[in-house]
C-alpha cells in the first residue's frame, strides 16, 4: 500500500510533533502544540465562580473559545468548538468544581489549517494539565484520511486534504499511566485499549475503510501518547520538549 506523499513520508507516518507549556502568564495554564507547521496555541482561565446559563450548578462547566489568525469566527470554527466543548467535558471530573466555568481559548498561530482540530484538541489537553484541572484521563487525536485511489494517510497536508475523498478526525483516550493533575481518577472499567472518545468524519468513507482508519489511528494515538507523557513529565525550567 505504498504512496508518495508530497512531504517524503510514508503513509502512516506523521508530521513532527511540539508541546511548550506554561507560555501565557495571565492565564492559568497554557500550552502551545504543533504538527508539522500547524500550531494552535491554547490558554485555560479559570476555574471561575458561576456556571454557564442553564448549566447544572452540581458540575462544573467548560467553556470553548476558539479565536481565528485573521477575520471573524465562521461556520466550520463554531463547530470545532462544539466538538472540543463536548470532547473536553468528557475528560475533565465535573464534580470536583461545581458551579465554576474553566474556559478554554485557542489561538491558531499559523495560516497552515491541515489536520487543525486533531492539534487543537491535543493542545487543549495539555493546556488542561498545566493549569491542574483534574482530569479522568487524557485525549489524544489524530487525523486520518482516505484517498481516491482507496489509500489511507495519516496526518495529511492542507494540499493532501484537498483531494481526500473522506477525513476521518478521532479522539482516543490516554492510558492511565499518563501524568495527569493530583485528584484525577480513572475507571478501572473504561476500555482504554479499544474505546474512542470523539469521532468526527467529512465525506463518504465505507465502513470497512473506517475500521481500518480507527486501527491506523489508535497505532498512531499510542505514539502521540508517549510524546505527551515525557513532555508532561518533563521538569525543564520552560516545559519545553520535542520530537520529531
Not at 506554561?22 to 507547521?37: E, I, K, V
Not at 465562580?49 to 473559545?65: C, Q, Y
Not at 472540543?84 to 470536583?96: A, E, K, N, P
Amino acid at each position: 500500500m505504498g504512496m508518495d506523499r508530497g512531504d517524503g513520508r510514508n503513509p502512516n507516518q506523521m508530521r513532527p510533533l511540539a508541546c511548550s507549556r506554561n507560555l501565557l502568564h495571565r492565564a492559568h495554564g497554557s500550552a502551545r502544540w504543533s504538527q508539522g507547521n500547524t500550531i494552535v496555541l491554547a490558554g485555560v482561565y479559570g476555574p471561575k465562580a458561576g456556571t454557564r446559563k442553564g448549566e447544572n450548578p452540581e458540575l462544573a462547566s467548560i467553556e470553548v473559545i476558539w479565536k481565528p489568525k485573521t477575520g471573524q469566527i465562521g461556520k466550520q470554527e463554531k463547530e470545532y468548538e462544539i466538538i472540543l466543548r463536548r470532547t473536553l467535558r468528557s475528560i475533565c471530573l465535573l464534580t470536583v468544581h461545581p458551579n465554576t466555568t474553566t474556559s478554554v481559548i485557542l489561538q491558531v498561530s499559523w495560516l497552515n489549517l491541515q489536520s487543525l482540530l486533531p492539534c487543537a484538541i491535543n493542545a487543549s489537553c495539555a493546556a488542561l494539565v498545566d493549569a491542574g484541572i483534574p482530569l479522568k484521563h487524557l485525549a489524544v487525536a489524530i487525523c486520518c484520511g482516505l484517498t481516491e485511489q482507496g489509500s489511507l494517510i495519516l496526518d495529511p497536508t492542507k494540499i493532501e486534504e484537498q483531494k481526500l475523498q473522506a477525513i476521518a478526525n478521532l479522539v482516543f483516550p490516554n492510558p492511565p499511566t499518563s501524568v495527569i493533575p493530583k485528584g484525577s481518577s480513572t475507571s478501572a472499567e473504561e476500555p482504554f485499549e479499544h474505546g474512542i472518545i470523539t469521532s468526527v468524519t467529512h465525506g463518504a468513507m465505507p465502513v470497512d475503510d473506517y475500521f481500518n482508519c480507527l486501527e491506523r489511528g489508535r497505532a498512531a494515538c499510542s505514539k502521540i501518547s508517549e510524546f505527551f507523557r515525557k513532555s508532561l513529565q518533563s521538569d525543564l525550567p520552560d516545559n519545553a520538549s520535542k520530537a520529531s
